[in-house]
């Protein structure tokens, strides 16, 4: 993990298994029970609870919106996150969650389509006429998910929506045409697994 001009701020550099040197000075949000463990013991813990769900984060512009992703797909148990493009974070939001994350940076756009092999389903968080309203939206079982999310002004692109399966969209009931797109994010995960724990 390179440092850049401003302390709090990071490029990830993932090694060859996805994970985040760990700094064991750096500040960590984490449970009481989990305050003085080592890494190993940590991921030792979380890593039964894991998701079948992993994350495409697709040319997000705010650090703060990458760092809080981070956060919301550690706090629901997210298998690995794919970031395609930009990849500078903000670890003031992030708060520790990204060391015991698995990451991955998609760099080109010929990695894009050997996606749908590798994942069961490929749904898009993005409003278009042919999405689904999330509260309908009913979880296949036993198939690994890649959920999209893309950048806060333009959404989607269009290499990434032809990809897509299945588009989600969050009913909204105010003024405002779209949702923050980490909060969002964390709506979609928590839907995941407020369904899965009722069925």
């Not at 706090?75 to 992030?94: C, H, M, N, P």
């Not at 894009?112 to 689904?132: H, R, Y």
């Not at 923050?180 to 069925?199: E, F, M, Q």
Request: hydrophobic content about 35%; overall charge negative; glycine content about 6%.
């Amino acid at each position: 993990m390179k440092k850049s001009e401003k302390s709090s701020y990071f490029t990830f550099s993932p090694d060859e298994v996805g994970t985040l040197p760990f700094d064991s000075n750096a500040k960590r949000n984490v449970t009481d029970q989990l305050a003085w463990a080592k890494r190993e013991d940590i991921l030792e813990t979380i890593n039964p609870n894991k998701i079948p769900v992993s994350l495409l984060l697709v040319n997000i512009d705010r650090d703060n919106n990458i760092g809080n992703i981070i956060r919301s797909a550690n706090t629901f148990g997210v298998q690995e996150v794919l970031i395609y493009g930009r990849k500078k974070f903000d670890r003031r939001t992030s708060v520790g969650a990204e060391f015991f994350m698995q990451f991955r940076h998609i760099r080109f756009i010929e990695e894009i389509a050997p996606l749908k092999q590798e994942f069961d389903l490929i749904l898009g968080l993005e409003q278009t006429e042919s999405s689904v309203e999330l509260h309908s939206y009913q979880w296949p079982e036993n198939q690994n998910i890649l959920i999209s999310v893309g950048n806060e002004g333009k959404g989607l692109p269009q290499e990434i929506l032809d990809i897509c399966d299945t588009n989600l969209e969050i009913e909204q009931y105010g003024t405002t045409r779209s949702l923050n797109v980490s909060v969002a994010t964390g709506i979609v995960l928590y839907d995941y697994r407020l369904k899965k724990l009722a069925s």
